[in-house]
C-alpha cells in the first residue's frame, strides 16, 4: 500500500497499491466496499473530498492525470488533467469547491470541483461572463469546455513540490475582519481570491502564495549554515548539502475549534515533523521520527533537565526532558560526531565530519514561558584538516576557550570566549527591549555586533564570528578520538588511535606526559573530579586508572567482551561508568576493583555516555 486516507467522517478509508488498484474499506467492519482500476503505475495519493457526503475519491498515479471516483455509482467521475509530472499534494478549499494539487513539474494548479451553478452559491468568484472571465474577480478560466474550465489557475514556483495546502483564512487578507460575524462568515465561505496557499518541496523551506495574483506573498528564511569569515576557507562547499527536503505539508484546522492558533506542519525527507506559526513560519516545535544512531550526548542545564544529541546527521537534538520539546539545531554541513557543553548549559561546541567546530549559545525566548529558547551559532572554528571527531570546552563556569582534536592527528585551542560574550551583550539587550536581535559582524576593529531588531529570530538571522585557534599541536601518530579538560583548566587530555593517551598544559600545548599501556586505540579519556588521576577506555576491552603524577596505570578494570568506547567518573570520582561495544554499561567502584553492576538493555554498541549527578 502506497497510499491511503480517511473519509471525513472516518468511517471509510481508500487505500492505493503498487499494482495500480484503489479499494475502499469499511473501516469498522474491515471489508471491502469499492475496487477502482485504471490508474497508472504506483497509486501514491489518496485523498476523499472533506464535504461529508460527497463520496468523492481523489487518486494520483504514476501519470500526471488526477482521476476522481464517485462512490454512489462506483465508477469515474471525472478527471483532472493539467500537469505534466507527477502529482504529488492534493489539499481542498475551505468550502470544498476549489482544490490544488502539486507536482515535480514545478506547478501548483487551482482546479474547480463543483459545477458552476452549485459553485455559485457559495462563492463569489464564479459568475462568468461571456467572454469566460468571472465577475469581479481576475482569475482566468482555462479553456472553453466543462471539463477544461475545471482549471481556473496555474502558478509556476519554480520548485519540484511535495506538499501543497491552503493556508487558515484567518492568515489571508481578510483576516481584519476575523473578529466579526462577517469575518466568521468569510472564514467558514471565504472568496477564493482572498485565499493563500502554502508550498514546501526540495528547497526545504515553506512559501506562501496568493491564489489570486499567483506571487509568493512570504518565504521562510532559507537556513544560512556558514558565516562570511568561514566560508572564504571551504574552497566554496555547496550550502545546499544541508538542505532537508520537506515530503509533506499540512495545515491543521482542528486547533481552530478550541480558539488555539493552527500550525503549519512539515514533514522533512528525514523523518521529522517541525510545526510552524502561520504568520511567521517559525518553527515552534519537532516530533523526531528516526534518530538513527547516538554518537554522543551531554546534559544542560542547571537542572540536568535538558540533553543535546549527536544523532549521526548534520543536526544536533536538542531535548526538553521537562516539557517533552525537541529542537533541531542546524548549521553543520556533515555529521555531528560530537557535542559538549559548559558548566551552566548555556553554552555548546559540536564538531563533526565537515572539518569544523561549532560554538551555540542559548537564547531565552523573551515572550515564552520560562526556560524556553534556543541555541544560536555564534562562532565557527575552521582549520582542521579532516573530520573532528572529539570537542572539549573548558570545565569552569566562565567559558573560555574550546579544544578539538581530529582525524589530522592534530589539537587545536580556540578563543570561543569573545563569541560568546558578543553573543551575551546581543541577547542582554534583546532581553531588555524585550525583542530578539539581530547579531552580524559588521567589520569594526572591535568585532562589535550590529544590532536589528525583529519579533523572531531563526539560525538564518544570526552570522557567527570566525574564531581564532590559539595554538596547534601535532598530537598523536593516528586519528584523535577524544579531547578532556581538567577540572581545573590547567591541563587537558587526548586519546588516539595509536594506543596512547597524552597530557597537556592548557597555557602553551606543552607535552606533559604519555600514557602508554593499552594495547588498542583509545576510545575515551576522563579526568577525576577530586583527585589527580585520569581514566581510559581502549579498544583491548579495558579501562585504566592513570596517576598525573608519574603518568603510571594504577589500576585497570576488565569485564566488557568488546572495545569500551565510553568512560566517565561518578559519585565524587568514587566509581566509574563504562559503555562498550558489546551493548552493556558497567559501574566499577574503583577503590574495590570491582564491577558493582553490568546494564544490558542496548542491543547494540553504546557510543554515548551521559551523567547527571545532580
Not at 12 to 32: F, M, P, Q, R
Not at 57 to 70: M, Y
Not at 226 to 240: I, L, M, Q, V
Not at 476 to 484: E, T
Amino acid at each position: 500500500i502506497m497510499g491511503m486516507g480517511y473519509d471525513p467522517t472516518s468511517t471509510l478509508v481508500g487505500t492505493g497499491s503498487g499494482e495500480g488498484a484503489v479499494k475502499v474499506w469499511d473501516a469498522e467492519k474491515g471489508y471491502c466496499t469499492h475496487n477502482f482500476r485504471g490508474v497508472s503505475g504506483v497509486v501514491s495519493l489518496v485523498r476523499f473530498h472533506p464535504t461529508p457526503g460527497r463520496l468523492q475519491l481523489f487518486t494520483a498515479g504514476d501519470d500526471p492525470t488526477i482521476r476522481v471516483w464517485d462512490l454512489r455509482s462506483a465508477s469515474l467521475a471525472f478527471t483532472l488533467d493539467g500537469h505534466h509530472s507527477v502529482v504529488t499534494a492534493l489539499d481542498f478549499s475551505p468550502c470544498g469547491d476549489y482544490g490544488l494539487s502539486a507536482g515535480r513539474d514545478k506547478v501548483v494548479n487551482l482546479w474547480r470541483l463543483s459545477p458552476r451553478d452549485e459553485s455559485t452559491t457559495t462563492t463569489t468568484t464564479t459568475t462568468t461572463t461571456k467572454k469566460g472571465k468571472k465577475k469581479g474577480d481576475d482569475i482566468e478560466v482555462a479553456g472553453g469546455s466543462e471539463e477544461d474550465e475545471r482549471l481556473v489557475k496555474t502558478v509556476a514556483v519554480f520548485e519540484a513540490l511535495e506538499g501543497v495546502s491552503f493556508m487558515p483564512a484567518a492568515t489571508a487578507a481578510g483576516a481584519n475582519e476575523q473578529g466579526s460575524g462577517r469575518g466568521r462568515a468569510a472564514r467558514r465561505h471565504p472568496d477564493v481570491r482572498s485565499l493563500q496557499f502554502v508550498t514546501g518541496g526540495e528547497r526545504g523551506i515553506l512559501r506562501v502564495w496568493s491564489v489570486a495574483s499567483g506571487v509568493c506573498v512570504q518565504q521562510q528564511r532559507a537556513l544560512r549554515t556558514w558565516s562570511s569569515a568561514a566560508a572564504a576557507a571551504t574552497d566554496g562547499k555547496d550550502e545546499s548539502a544541508d538542505t532537508m527536503h520537506i515530503r509533506h505539508v499540512v495545515v491543521g484546522t482542528a486547533a481552530a475549534a478550541t480558539g488555539s492558533e493552527p500550525s503549519v506542519v512539515a514533514v522533512t525527507h528525514d523523518h521529522n515533523i517541525i510545526f510552524h506559526r502561520p504568520q511567521s513560519l517559525f518553527a515552534t516545535n519537532f516530533l523526531i521520527g528516526h534518530l538513527d544512531q547516538v554518537v554522543d550526548a551531554r546534559f544542560l542545564g542547571g537542572r540536568r533537565d535538558r540533553l543535546a544529541m549527536a544523532t549521526n546527521s548534520e543536526q544536533l537534538h536538542v531535548l526538553d526532558l521537562a516539557r517533552g520539546r525537541h529542537v533541531l539545531v542546524r548549521g553543520h554541513k556533515d555529521i555531528i560526531l560530537c557535542v559538549d557543553a559548559s558548566a551552566d548549559g548555556r553554552t555548546l561546541v559540536t564538531s563533526g565530519k565537515d572539518n569544523t567546530a561549532r560554538v551555540w549559545s542559548w537564547l531565552d525566548r523573551p515572550s515564552g514561558p520560562a526556560g524556553e529558547g534556543r541555541f544560536l551559532c555564534v562562532g565557527v572554528c575552521t582549520g582542521h584538516a579532516g573530520a573532528v571527531g572529539a570537542a572539549a570546552l573548558n570545565v569552569r563556569e566562565t567559558v573560555r576557550f574550546a579544544l578539538t582534536g581530529a582525524q589530522d592527528q592534530t589539537v587545536k585551542m580556540w578563543e570561543v570566549g569573545r563569541a560568546v560574550a558578543a553573543a551575551d551583550q546581543v541577547f542582554q539587550a534583546a532581553r531588555e527591549r524585550g525583542l530578539v536581535a539581530r547579531h552580524a559582524v559588521d567589520g569594526a576593529a572591535d568585532g562589535a555586533p550590529a544590532l536589528q531588531w525583529q519579533e523572531e529570530v531563526d539560525d538564518a538571522d544570526v552570522e557567527p564570528l570566525a574564531v581564532t585557534s590559539r595554538f596547534t599541536v601535532k598530537a598523536h601518530d593516528r586519528d584523535i578520538n577524544a579531547v578532556a579538560v581538567a577540572p581545573n583548566d590547567r591541563l587537558f587530555a587526548t586519546a588516539s588511535q595509536d594506543k596512547t593517551a597524552k597530557v597537556w598544559s592548557c597555557e602553551d600545548g606543552a607535552l606533559i606526559g604519555v600514557l602508554r599501556g593499552h594495547r588498542r586505540g583509545v576510545w575515551s579519556a576522563a579526568f577525576s573530579p577530586v583527585d589527580q588521576c585520569l581514566a581510559t577506555s581502549s579498544g583491548d576491552k579495558t579501562v585504566k586508572l592513570w596517576s598525573l603524577a608519574d603518568c603510571t596505570c594504577v589500576k585497570t578494570f576488565e569485564g566488557h567482551a568488546n572495545s569500551v568506547l565510553k568512560v566517565a567518573f561518578i559519585t565524587r570520582g568514587m566509581q566509574l561508568v563504562s559503555a562498550g561495544a558489546d551493548g552493556l554499561v558497567k559501574l566499577w567502584t574503583i577503590r574495590s576493583n570491582e564491577c558493582e553492576a553490568t546494564m544490558d538493555g542496548h542491543e547494540d554498541r553504546v557510543w554515548a555516555l551521559a551523567v547527571n549527578e545532580r
